[in-house]
């Protein structure tokens, strides 16, 4: 049974820089979800795809964060020019559609100093 | 605007006995509920869920109650053991699509 994989699984960065991170779902799950976490918060939602549609995306993605899922398997998000602010666990999960995110990946951590 | 609310930030019990985990609402379109399980550096886990159409949803040691009048759910997690020891989130679920977390509880279960 392969879970949801994040790679990296952790990434420093200096501020300005471009970050780009991959999650591998579970195979067969169709939807793909972003999310990500700071200290003492839950998962904010950041986006989610169905198969290789993006269907919403949060009004905290700002211009510098693109996420693609090409062939609707793995996906990739990009954040661009980096800020101190972006530092977080980005964590990606995945689900068969209508049953919430089942799976979640280790996350990657991200800081930017 | 935080929509789902989880307003204990820890919770300690003895092992054995039960755990009640709460997760507050406001926004009446949800129509999913699930908990997730998150220990230190790992991804959030799965645990249980329920339909906004039904009250009580039970699995093994964990049962889900959720009260759509009150807008309130909880966790009730029954004998509690050592390994409970987690951060738990409540999610709810918009549009049959995106999840809506709380701040998470952290449990800790002492021998």
């Known amino acids: 049974d392969t879970g949801v994989s994040q790679n990296p699984r952790h990434k420093i960065t200096k501020r300005g820089q471009n970050v780009t991170f991959r999650c591998d779902p579970i195979s067969e799950h169709n939807r793909l979800y972003w999310y990500r976490q700071t200290l003492g918060q839950g998962p904010e939602f950041l986006t989610y795809?169905?198969?290789?549609?993006?269907?919403?995306k949060s009004r905290l993605l700002s211009d510098r964060f693109s996420a693609e899922r090409p062939k609707g398997s793995f996906s990739t998000l990009e954040i661009q020019r980096t800020e101190q602010g972006d530092s977080a666990m980005y964590l990606c999960?995945?689900?068969?559609?209508?049953?919430?995110?089942?799976?979640f990946g280790p996350g990657t951590r991200l800081t930017v100093t | 605007d935080q929509q789902v609310k989880q307003n204990s930030p820890s919770l300690s019990v003895q092992e054995g006995r039960i755990s009640i985990l709460n997760c507050d609402y406001t926004n009446s379109m949800f129509d999913y509920f699930l908990w997730y399980k998150k220990y230190p550096a790992e991804g959030p886990t799965f645990l249980i869920s329920?339909?906004?159409?039904?009250d009580k949803n039970e699995d093994g040691r964990f049962t889900v109650f959720l009260n759509k009048s009150a807008k309130h759910l909880s966790l009730h997690i029954v004998p509690s053991q050592p390994g409970d020891s987690a951060v738990y989130f409540c999610a709810a679920r918009l549009n049959g699509g995106k999840l809506i977390f709380g701040q998470g509880t952290e449990l800790s279960v002492k021998p």
């Open positions: 329920i339909s906004s159409i039904k």
């Open positions: 999960a995945s689900s068969p559609m209508g049953q919430g995110a089942r799976g």
């Open positions: 795809f169905q198969n290789e549609a993006q269907l919403e």
